[in-house]
């Protein structure tokens, strides 16, 4: 596996340097509602290029619609979202905003790469016939660079002598590292990681959040984790957002949040956190 123990050295475009850049994402006023349900009552959010942004928050906080909505797997009830130029649910059309077509949205979708929680590999293909599907598919490349860039890309997640197994013949922390790679082909400008280890064994986790941190070397993809994982957010993340009851309640480096925050929810879920972890 090409990924780096050496923890500490991750290379990360310094903070100040992020924000002077333009925000390659814009949540405005974003609220979202399931039903008579609020589960997102407002977040402004703004995330810069290269930046490193882990999600926290109690159950049901919101978390993962958060993330959905910006892989436009789910629409917001009000407010605005923004990806690169482009706003994502809503296109101007002559001189009016209309809501947007399932081609713009595909444009949009395009420059996002997704891992969830469970892996959604396709199971009757092999690992590099799963990983070379979204660009000969989605981006119509031909299948020789497709094939090249994919096996780079197996390789870069350790798993290089894989590539013509099929997924149940993978541990889940191998399947996990797939869907990394099945993503990053698509070279993504902006990666979202779901809970991605919170189904797996805990031997097996250690393998994903290495493969996570050898990604974040990459200093031009944004990334947005949503963990469990304190401490490895406590690493990787140039900023952490706390959210609770659908707002987001606290945010700031992980020293800020994690360290000296004195928001009492916080304080709160971090006690409950660290309670149930044994820590
Ligand atoms: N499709 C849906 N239909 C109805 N309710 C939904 C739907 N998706 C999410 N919800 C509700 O919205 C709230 C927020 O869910 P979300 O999954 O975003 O929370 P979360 O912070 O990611 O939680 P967890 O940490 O448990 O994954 C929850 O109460 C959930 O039940």
Redesign the pocket.
């Known amino acids: 596996m090409s990924v780096t123990k050496e923890v500490s050295k991750i290379k990360q475009t310094p903070q100040s340097d992020k924000i002077k850049q333009k925000p390659i994402v814009m949540y405005e006023d974003v609220h979202?509602s399931?039903?008579d349900?609020e589960?997102?009552k407002g977040i402004n959010l703004q995330i810069k290029p290269g930046e490193k942004l882990a999600?926290i928050?109690?159950?049901?906080?919101?978390?993962?619609?958060?993330i959905?909505m910006l892989m436009t797997l789910?629409e917001p009830t009000e407010g605005n979202i923004i990806v690169g130029d482009n706003n994502l649910w809503k296109v101007k059309k002559d001189g009016e905003f209309k809501r947007a077509n399932e081609k713009h949205l595909r444009k949009v979708r395009g420059e996002i790469g997704m891992v969830f929680?469970h892996f959604n590999l396709f199971p009757h293909m092999t690992i590099l016939q799963n990983c070379m599907t979204g660009p000969v598919q989605v981006k119509k490349e031909s299948k020789a660079s497709a094939r090249e860039r994919s096996i780079q890309m197996l390789e870069k997640v350790g798993l290089g002598d894989k590539l013509d197994n099929y997924p149940n013949q993978l541990s889940g922390g191998q399947k996990q590292r797939v869907a990394m790679a099945r993503a990053l082909v698509m070279r993504p400008r902006i990666m979202l990681f779901?809970?991605v280890t919170?189904a797996l064994d805990p031997e097996l986790v250690g393998e994903v959040l290495e493969v996570i941190r050898d990604i974040a070397q990459d200093g031009e993809m944004a990334m947005v984790l949503?963990t469990?994982e304190m401490d490895f957010a406590q690493e990787i993340a140039d900023r952490i957002v706390f959210?609770e009851d659908?707002v987001i309640a606290e945010e700031g480096t992980p020293t800020e949040v994690l360290e000296q925050s004195t928001n009492e929810r916080l304080q709160s879920f971090l006690h409950r956190f660290r309670s149930s972890n044994g820590n």
């Open positions: 979202k399931f039903g349900v589960v997102l999600l928050g109690p159950s049901g906080s919101g978390k993962t619609t958060i959905r789910e929680q779901d809970e919170s949503v469990h959210l659908g």
